[in-house]
């Protein structure tokens, strides 16, 4: 009688599967949820996002009763996003010491001591034009005038209380600036988590609708990196952990699962997943129209991350995950 191997005799019974897991369960600690703070004087501002349905733009008070909620049930961390009042050509709102994102961090800091709260910075949301940089009028995006800007931006989120700084420009040298800025002005404690792996990509649709913030003219792929690449990823990585990064995010993850997992295993720190908009919105698609079994696909989408290794991950769905109770 001949012996091989059947798989099937560790996947007999559930206490059999959970034993025999590679990858523990999704835990509550791990889930970023991204908010959009929209600077209005309409406190009872509250607008779905058209191409992301359960997702809002957020007055201060709107954002303020939503996270009360998320915390009930067990939220721990929030990344957030500013849609300002007024853009201009210096992205002057990025870095003001009332603007949007450094009002939100100071009334979320205030009211939940406990939130960790992580700032994205860019110029996009700020700029009149759309782009994460400094525009010539030659259409070339500036990279090293820009460095300032993203520093001062960085620096006046950590003045109002942030307790993360995270990057997503892909300007060359601005972690370095920001690492710099942050020591001059007394945070050396202020952790930076650099979105170090960010490919120019399509999914980012549905958000550039939730932030404002799609480029009048042009496109980001003179900054943020070609989708065919991946070994380039590697080198973007290293450059960020040699300026300063104290973690490091990959963008989008999912559909870019061999890079996560390539950048997992090269690296000694920190690495999250950020599953964008447009993964999210493809799965909530396919969920509303009765083609999927939503809740599981969404479960399935962020284990995958796990399994490809990501410490932590930045989803949209975790108010859903924490509210259902689905993470440990
Ligand atoms: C700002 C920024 C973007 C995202 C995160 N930070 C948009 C972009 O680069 O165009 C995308 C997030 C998402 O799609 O969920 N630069
Ligand atoms: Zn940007």
């Known amino acids: 009688m001949v012996e091989y191997y059947r798989g099937r005799r ?56 939503r996270v009360a909620r998320a915390v009930d049930n067990g939220l721990h961390s929030v990344i957030l996003f500013g849609v300002p009042a007024v853009k201009d050509e210096q992205a002057s709102q990025a870095y003001a010491e009332h603007g949007i994102i450094q009002e939100a961090v100071r009334l979320l800091k205030n009211r939940f001591p406990k939130l960790f709260i992580i700032t994205d910075v860019c110029l996009c949301e700020y700029m009149s034009h759309g782009h994460c940089g400094i525009l010539a009028p030659d259409g070339v995006i500036l990279n090293d005038p820009s460095l300032d800007i993203l520093a001062r931006t960085a620096v006046s989120h950590a003045q109002a209380g942030a307790d993360m700084v995270a990057p997503s420009d892909m300007m060359d040298g601005r972690v370095a600036a920001i690492r710099t800025a942050l020591d001059e002005a007394g945070f050396v404690m202020t952790p930076v988590m650099s979105y170090a792996a ?117 989803t949209y769905f975790t108010e859903t995950i924490l509210a259902r109770g689905l993470a440990r």
């Open 10 to 65: 560790l996947r007999q019974s559930e206490q059999m599967r959970l034993l025999f897991s590679e990858t523990a369960p999704l835990l509550r600690e791990n889930l970023i949820m991204p908010y959009f703070v929209v600077e209005t004087d309409d406190q009872s501002f509250e607008k779905e996002i058209g191409a992301m349905p359960g997702q809002y733009q957020l007055s201060l008070h709107k954002l303020e009763e």
């Open 198 to 314: 960010k490919y120019a990509s399509a999914y980012y649709g549905p958000f550039r609708d939730a932030a404002e913030s799609a480029p009048a003219c042009g496109d980001r792929k003179t900054y943020q990196m070609n989708p065919a690449n991946s070994r380039e990823a590697l080198r973007e990585v290293f450059a960020d952990l040699d300026e300063g990064a104290d973690a490091i995010i990959v963008k989008p993850a999912g559909p870019y699962g061999d890079i996560l997992r390539m950048v997992c295993e090269n690296v000694d720190v920190h690495v999250c997943a950020y599953q964008v908009s447009g993964e999210y919105s493809l799965i909530r698609a396919a969920g509303i129209n009765g083609w999927i079994d939503e809740e599981r696909v969404m479960m399935e989408s962020l284990l995958g991350l796990k399994r490809a290794g990501a410490n932590s991950i930045i």
